[in-house]
């Protein structure tokens, strides 16, 4: 059984770095697309940030492009997310997400996810 567990949200102030954990177990990880959502309250869960399993292509959306950066680490099938300069619109509900291949925005898409993470950024 496929589990993705999140940690390391929290509340912060503007301006604050936070690193979000996501540890998977349950399966061979090879050829699954992570990502990292979000879900701020009374919107749509969206997608943040995307990795393939290598690495090699990877994807922001435009709101967080030069301040998060998402890495996986797979000999430990662990995901991260290194959050810089939160801003309040950061505030949200983090989840961890995987597929086989690549990912998508479409969260009906999305094999798995974890329980999620509340990051809250006070201004």
């Known amino acids: 059984q496929v589990q993705l567990v999140e940690s390391g949200g929290g509340l912060v102030e503007v301006g604050d770095s936070l690193r979000l954990s996501c540890a998977a177990s349950g399966r061979d990880f090879t050829q699954i697309g992570m990502a990292w959502f979000r879900q701020a309250p009374g919107a749509d869960r969206e997608l943040v940030a995307a990795t393939t399993y290598f690495g090699n292509t990877v994807y922001y959306t435009d709101s967080v492009k030069g301040r998060f950066f998402i890495a996986r680490d797979n000999n430990r099938n662990m995901l991260y997310l290194s959050m810089n300069n939160l801003k309040p619109e950061d505030t949200g509900v983090y989840y961890c997400?995987?597929?086989?291949?690549?990912?998508?925005?479409?969260?009906?898409?999305?094999?798995?996810w974890g329980q999620g993470t509340q990051v809250t950024v006070s201004s």
């Open positions: 997400a995987a597929r086989v291949g690549a990912i998508t925005a479409t969260t009906s898409d999305i094999s798995y």
